[in-house]
């Protein structure tokens, strides 16, 4: 599901994430951020996490099973910066793992200091972490899948 997380609605701190239809219904004018697609993830549109109720569907249970990484505060990558960073003079890509749905700058994706290489020549990324935590991805290092 397409997820946007919103940050001028909610209490301080939330992690709140809203789907695409809440995002154009329930909170124009909001500051949002899109986070792209996150597997297993419901809307929170109308939870204690918001203040106000989902014009799409008022009456929801609270969500007690979405997962919530640091892209929900606004932070990415494994040097934890937001993108884009405006402390950071280097532009850079930025490449979502297809395990952890985790947003990384290409000079972080552990391919040197080049970063991965050109985009069209590849179509998914997986990070090291999930290859460390997954050890059967390590049979998969470096292969390149092609679009």
């Not at 985790?102 to 080049?114: E, L, S």
């Amino acid at each position: 599901m397409p997820v946007t997380h919103v940050l001028s609605q909610g209490r301080v701190g939330s992690r709140a994430g809203v789907c695409l239809a809440c995002s154009y219904h329930c909170h124009e004018g909001h500051n949002l951020v899109e986070l792209y697609t996150k597997r297993q993830f419901r809307c929170d549109c109308g939870s204690n996490e918001l203040e106000s109720p989902c014009k799409l569907e008022p009456k929801k249970e609270e969500n007690t099973e979405n997962d919530y990484n640091q892209n929900f505060s606004g932070l990415y990558c494994t040097c934890s910066r937001p993108y884009p960073d405006p402390d950071d003079p280097v532009e850079d890509c930025m490449i979502q793992c297809v395990v952890c749905e985790d947003w990384y700058h290409g000079r972080h994706t552990g391919m040197g200091q080049g970063g991965p290489p050109d985009d069209s020549s590849y179509a998914e990324m997986i990070c090291a972490g999930c290859v460390a935590r997954l050890p059967y991805l390590q049979s998969y290092s470096g292969l390149a899948v092609a679009k």
